[in-house]
C-alpha cells in the first residue's frame, strides 16, 4: 500500500522540483509523481498564490515562494523530528 | 547564595490562606528546597544540594529559553501550515517555559530578598503551568494521530506513583515519551532520536524529582542535569531543523 502524501507534502515536493530540477513541466511530473492534471492544478494554485512564476514556458519560484519553500522544509523537519506527520 | 537559613518549618506551617491541595504542593515545594538549609544533616552525603543551590536556578532558566525557542519554532511551523499539532506543540512550549521561568526568577527572588513564600509561589506555577504544557504537548500527539486513519496507540497511562505534584507531571510526560519513542521506532532519524532523548530525559527528571521528594535529597541535583540535558536536545535539534533552510 503507498503511504498517505499530504496536500502539504504535494506541494513541498513540486516547490523542491522547480527549484533544484529544471522548471520543465517533464522534470517536475518526474520529481513530484503526479498526474498531468493533477499538477497542473497545483501549478495554478501556486501562481495565483504568486509563489511561482512562468518564464518562457519554464516555472520559477518568486521570491515569496523561496522563503515559503524554505519554511515548509523547517516546518517538516519539526515534524519529522516530533514523530507528527506532514 | 549558599548559606540560606530560611526557617521553612515556620513559613510552612502558617498556611492558612490555602486550601489543602495548594498547600500539599507547597509543602511539596518545601521538600523541594529544604535541603538548602539543612547543612548539619547532609554530611554523609557525597554531593550536597545546598551546594547545586543556584546552579539549579539558572538550569531552569536556560531550559525556560529554549522551551521558548522550541515554541516559536511550532509556532512558524503552524503559520505555514494551519496544522493544529503545531498549535497545541506551540502552547504547550511556551506553558512548560513559563512554568520554569516563573520558578527560575521566584527561586532567585526568595534568594535575593529572604522571603521563602516566594519558593512556594514559584513551584507552584511552575508546577501548574508545567501541567497544562505537558498536556497540551501530549495533546498535539493525539490531535495528530486522531485525525489520520493510521491509528497509533496515542496514549499510555501510566498511573502508579504517590508524590502528587512530581506524579502528575511524570504520567503526562511519560505518555509523550512513549509516544515519541514509538516514532522513533517506527521511523528512525537523528532528529527524532534527539526529541526522545530529550522527552526520556525530562520523564527521568520528573522521576528524580518525585523520589527526592520522598527519600533521596541527592537525586534533585540529578534530575536538575537531567532536565536541562533534556532542553539542550531539544536546542539541538531545533539548531538541525533551522539549519535545513
Same mark, same amino acid.
Given at each position: 500500500?503507498k503511504?498517505?502524501?499530504?496536500?502539504?507534502?504535494?506541494?513541498?515536493?513540486? &516547490?523542491?522540483?522547480?527549484?533544484?530540477?529544471?522548471g520543465?513541466?517533464?522534470?517536475?511530473?518526474?520529481?513530484?509523481?503526479?498526474?498531468?492534471?493533477?499538477?497542473?492544478k497545483?501549478?495554478?494554485?501556486? &501562481?495565483?498564490?504568486? &509563489?511561482?512564476k512562468?518564464?518562457?514556458?519554464?516555472?520559477? &519560484?518568486?521570491?515569496k515562494g523561496?522563503?515559503f519553500?524554505?519554511?515548509l522544509?523547517?516546518?517538516?523537519?519539526?515534524?519529522?523530528?516530533?514523530?507528527?506527520?506532514? | 547564595?549558599?548559606?540560606?537559613?530560611f526557617? %521553612?518549618?515556620?513559613?510552612?506551617?502558617?498556611l492558612?490562606? #490555602?486550601?489543602?491541595?495548594?498547600s500539599?504542593?507547597?509543602?511539596?515545594? @518545601?521538600?523541594r528546597h529544604k535541603?538548602?538549609?539543612?547543612?548539619?544533616?547532609?554530611?554523609?552525603?557525597? *554531593?550536597k544540594?545546598?551546594?547545586?543551590?543556584?546552579?539549579? /536556578?539558572i +538550569?531552569?532558566? /536556560?531550559?525556560? #529559553?529554549v522551551?521558548?525557542?522550541v515554541? @516559536?519554532?511550532?509556532?512558524?511551523?503552524?503559520t505555514?501550515?494551519?496544522?493544529?499539532? %503545531?498549535l497545541a506543540?506551540?502552547?504547550?512550549?511556551i506553558?512548560?517555559?513559563?512554568?520554569l521561568?516563573a520558578?527560575?526568577?521566584?527561586s532567585?527572588?526568595?534568594?535575593a530578598?529572604?522571603?521563602?513564600h516566594?519558593f512556594?509561589?514559584g513551584?507552584?506555577a511552575?508546577? *501548574?503551568s508545567?501541567?497544562?504544557?505537558y498536556?497540551?504537548?501530549l495533546?498535539?500527539?493525539?490531535?495528530?494521530?486522531?485525525?489520520?486513519?493510521?491509528?497509533?496507540?496515542?496514549?499510555?497511562?501510566?498511573?502508579? @506513583?504517590g508524590?502528587?505534584?512530581?506524579?502528575?507531571?511524570l504520567?503526562?510526560?511519560g505518555?509523550?515519551m512513549?509516544?515519541? +519513542?514509538i516514532?522513533?521506532?517506527?521511523?528512525?532519524?537523528?532528529?527524532? %532520536?534527539? *526529541?526522545?532523548?530529550?522527552?526520556?530525559? /525530562?520523564?527521568?527528571?520528573h522521576l528524580?524529582?518525585?523520589?527526592?521528594?520522598?527519600? %533521596?535529597?541527592s537525586?534533585?541535583i540529578?534530575?536538575? /542535569?537531567?532536565?536541562? *540535558?533534556g532542553?539542550m536536545? #531539544?536546542?539541538a535539534?531545533?539548531?538541525?531543523?533551522?539549519k535545513?533552510?
Amino acid at each position: 500500500m503507498k503511504p498517505y502524501r499530504s496536500r502539504l507534502k504535494i506541494i513541498l515536493d513540486i &516547490l523542491t522540483a522547480i527549484n533544484e530540477e529544471s522548471g520543465k513541466i517533464s522534470k517536475i511530473l518526474l520529481y513530484a509523481n503526479l498526474s498531468y492534471d493533477r499538477l497542473m492544478k497545483y501549478l495554478k494554485e501556486l &501562481l495565483e498564490k504568486e &509563489l511561482i512564476k512562468e518564464e518562457m514556458g519554464e516555472y520559477k &519560484l518568486t521570491e515569496k515562494g523561496y522563503k515559503f519553500l524554505e519554511e515548509l522544509r523547517r516546518a517538516e523537519k519539526l515534524a519529522e523530528a516530533f514523530g507528527f506527520r506532514f | 547564595m549558599v548559606d540560606l537559613v530560611f526557617n %521553612f518549618n515556620v513559613a510552612f506551617k502558617n498556611l492558612d490562606g #490555602f486550601s489543602p491541595i495548594i498547600s500539599q504542593i507547597l509543602n511539596e515545594s @518545601y521538600t523541594r528546597h529544604k535541603y538548602a538549609s539543612m547543612k548539619l544533616e547532609l554530611k554523609d552525603m557525597s *554531593i550536597k544540594p545546598v551546594l547545586f543551590f543556584g546552579y539549579d /536556578i539558572i +538550569m531552569s532558566f /536556560i531550559s525556560a #529559553f529554549v522551551a521558548f525557542i522550541v515554541s @516559536y519554532q511550532a509556532y512558524r511551523a503552524h503559520t505555514i501550515t494551519k496544522k493544529k499539532s %503545531f498549535l497545541a506543540l506551540e502552547l504547550g512550549f511556551i506553558f512548560t517555559g513559563i512554568g520554569l521561568l516563573a520558578d527560575s526568577i521566584l527561586s532567585y527572588a526568595a534568594v535575593a530578598s529572604r522571603i521563602s513564600h516566594f519558593f512556594g509561589v514559584g513551584y507552584l506555577a511552575y508546577f *501548574i503551568s508545567t501541567t497544562i504544557g505537558y498536556a497540551l504537548i501530549l495533546g498535539s500527539y493525539i490531535i495528530d494521530r486522531v485525525m489520520t486513519e493510521e491509528a497509533v496507540l496515542a496514549i499510555v497511562p501510566i498511573m502508579r @506513583y504517590g508524590a502528587l505534584s512530581e506524579s502528575i507531571l511524570l504520567v503526562l510526560i511519560g505518555a509523550v515519551m512513549i509516544q515519541s +519513542m514509538i516514532n522513533l521506532l517506527m521511523d528512525r532519524s537523528l532528529n527524532k %532520536f534527539l *526529541i526522545s532523548m530529550a522527552f526520556a530525559s /525530562i520523564f527521568l527528571s520528573h522521576l528524580c524529582f518525585m523520589i527526592q521528594a520522598l527519600a %533521596f535529597a541527592s537525586l534533585l541535583i540529578i534530575g536538575q /542535569i537531567l532536565r536541562f *540535558i533534556g532542553f539542550m536536545m #531539544f536546542a539541538a535539534s531545533i539548531i538541525r531543523v533551522v539549519k535545513t533552510g
